[in-house]
């Protein structure tokens, strides 16, 4: 077998994997192409959007939202994500499963079944009534209908106006597919009823459609984020490694045939064309890239040593809490990261030529968010 790729070669391929060196023609495209984008924190959203879909101005992205073609929820990975309309139900059924430990974790701590069914009932009458709501006016519903809604500190159990976690009722209720977030007022996406988006299909764990949606999945975050190794599915879908194996697998073999399939080389797996319009796109690939916190370029794989070393994740995660500090890249490995300022941190070695470049990155994207 081959040697694997130099870091520089494994990052511009997945630069161009990413949309980020060819733009893509819309924000459903955009997020479509990655299946999925972190998005825990909504002003990164349309920064890590907009970076793929250069034509788009940050309107577009809004209006996606605003149209609930665009989507955010917690599909996988106890972590808030954005997706299309048509990918939100079948990749949240198909990962549902992995969040059994934490729905368990949650009864035991008073959120009983007959709570949340009362609590989506709720929501759903009060958007249908009101249209899409603030996580804040769906509490207020709750409590007037009697649900006890506490911090993050409660526990409670099944007797009557005992408290529950109001974190843990909402995660729940986008997880078993009764909401999910769309328009963006503010700081805020607000809650919308997602039994108006396209439907799952049997693709729960145990369903007869199960091993083929994780065929797809696999398939989809090969081709979006490529090359990538089961290791790297593994944590970004929160799957076990042999489980991701199968399904990277069951993608090659699913593929062959297609257009452009899947295929396993010595660093990992990817679109077949993907060396071509590396080849192709190589000058914009080792281009200059502002991106936000919580980049798919950065956090969407379990190893990112092509991207950066030790030092340099100690600077986009200062304090190890999972919160991750927007970087610039330039030719494929990170030279800089925002700080909370809005200054630069510069990484050991970055020359003069690259802190001017990653300054003017930085300028550029700003002005395109304001």
Known sequence: MAAPDAPREVSAARIVSQGLAAPLPDPVAAVEA?????????????????????????????????????????????????????????????????????????IRNGLAQSVVDRAGQLAVQEIARSGPRTRAQLVEVWQDAGIVVGGPGAVGNDAPGSPVNRRHLMVRLHIDGVLAQGPVRGNEHLVVDASSLPAAGDVAKGGAAHAEALALLAERYARGHGPVSAQDLARWASLPVSEARRALAAAVEASRGGAVPIVERSRGFEREDLPDLVAGLRRRADGVFALPSFDELHVGYRDRSCLTDEAGERAICPSRNGMFRPIVVRRGRVVAVRLPSGGLEFLDGASGTARSQARAAVERRMRWLA
Do not use: K
Not at 65 to 75: G, K
């Open 34 to 106: 990655l299946l999925a984008i972190q998005g825990q924190q909504p002003s990164a959203i349309p920064w890590a959007i907009g970076v793929r879909a250069e034509g788009a101005a940050r309107s577009d992205i809004e209006e996606a939202f605003e149209r609930v073609e665009l989507v955010r929820s917690w599909p996988m990975r106890g972590t808030v994500h954005v997706t299309s309309a048509r990918d939100h139900h079948w990749l949240r059924a198909c990962l549902a499963h992995r969040y059994s430990a934490w729905l368990a974790q949650t």
